[in-house]
């Protein structure tokens, strides 16, 4: 149990389909962030929260929209994606996204696949 | 360039042997941290041990140290006695004073794989 809860698991979905990833972390972190792990690939940083704000944003297709309302929790709102976004979503926090030593904490993963 | 090369893609380790996994990273920073994740098959990272720039000593976290050698720029984690649940995808990974967004860069990871 890491403290950072991440629904659902596993989801398979149409690309013309409309779903959503859902984060919930209980440690009392201030950041959060969603990764992209591919296969043969490193994670890849998608979006990072500091108190509800984003601020960053690796270039990510716009298919991908991320919402943050608070500061436990994180959503990924997925739309009109491509068989190529199929992979592990993984969801993380930290106690603020500057601390050099400050770890993330990982949720187990949505595993995504596109049809 | 990669900031992260781990050039073991697979190892094997016999139960109870320690074993090395390797490490090395690229920066121009003075100041920066390093990090060992751990990922089972179920697909949690989890976080093992931290190395900081400027520690003068070697991490240790109970069967796991950090082999850091900051003139080579490697920080090699160091298994001891390694058991079956040891069996897992590990990475690791980067955090740069001067990285403003607090971005981990993560290598391509190593499977290791522990025989019984």
């Known amino acids: 149990e890491t403290g950072v809860t991440q629904t659902p698991r596993h989801l398979v979905m149409g690309m013309t389909n409309k779903k959503s990833l859902k984060c919930e972390q209980h440690?009392?972190?201030?950041?959060m962030y969603w990764y992209k792990q591919s296969a043969k690939k490193p994670l890849e940083l998608m979006f990072v929260y500091s108190l509800e704000e984003r601020v960053e944003n690796n270039s990510v297709p716009s298919r991908f929209s991320p919402e943050c309302p608070n500061s436990s929790h994180l959503f990924l709102h997925l739309h009109t994606l491509q068989p190529e976004d199929s992979a592990l979503y993984l969801c993380?926090?930290?106690?603020?996204?500057?601390?050099?030593?400050?770890?993330?904490?990982f949720g187990d993963g949505t595993r995504l696949s596109i049809l | 360039a990669q900031k992260i090369t781990q050039t073991q893609p697979g190892m094997f380790v016999q139960e109870k042997e320690a074993v090395t996994l390797d490490c090395t990273y690229d920066?121009?920073?003075?100041?920066?941290?390093l990090f060992w994740y751990k990922q089972p098959s179920s697909g949690e990272m989890i976080f093992l041990i931290y190395?900081?720039?400027?520690?003068?000593q070697n991490a240790t976290e109970g069967r796991y140290s950090l082999n850091f050698q900051k003139a080579r720029k490697s920080a090699n984690l160091v298994i001891s006695a390694s058991q079956l649940g040891d069996s897992a995808m590990y990475f690791c990974a980067m955090r740069e004073a001067n990285n403003a967004g607090n971005m981990l860069t993560f290598g391509g990871g190593t499977r290791l794989m522990v025989k019984p």
């Open positions: 993380a926090s930290s106690q603020d996204y500057r601390g050099l030593n400050q770890p993330q904490h």
């Open positions: 920066t121009s920073d003075q100041s920066y941290g």
């Open positions: 440690l009392g972190h201030n950041a």
């Open positions: 190395q900081g720039s400027y520690d003068e």
